[in-house]
């Protein structure tokens, strides 16, 4: 689950500098509920998302650009890319 997965990054990871986060499924579905009656790629590819980066704030909110350890040059970073590659130049 989502809070599983953030759990273990922040027992591990006291900061997080830059957080990048693709595409977990692709299909040609039409509308497929969960039991919640959302659609499965809404949950997946916006709530999760969403939900993800909302529990990991700690951890990003402990980086800064003040900290001589931080990667990032303005601070913490969250990068979400829906469908990277699969559409061609707009």
């Given amino acids: 689950s989502v809070k599983e997965c953030a759990a273990d990054?922040?027992?591990d990871h006291k900061t997080i500098d830059a957080l990048i986060m693709t595409q977990g499924m692709a299909t040609i579905q039409s509308f497929t509920p969960t039991v919640d009656g959302n659609d499965?790629?809404?949950s997946l590819?916006?709530?999760?998302?969403?939900a993800f980066a909302?529990?990991?704030l700690p951890a990003l909110r402990s980086s800064?650009?003040?900290?001589?350890?931080?990667?990032?040059p303005?601070?913490?970073v969250v990068l979400t890319?829906?469908?990277g590659g699969v559409h061609g130049a707009y």
């Avoid at 800064?64 to 990032?72: A, E, P, Q, R, V």
């Fill in 9 to 11: 990054i922040l027992k």
């Fill in 45 to 50: 590819h916006y709530w999760s998302r969403i």
């Fill in 54 to 56: 909302s529990l990991l």
């Fill in 40 to 42: 499965e790629k809404l």
């Fill in 81 to 83: 890319v829906l469908s």
């Fill in 74 to 76: 303005g601070g913490p």
């Fill in 64 to 72: 800064s650009s003040n900290n001589s350890n931080c990667i990032m």
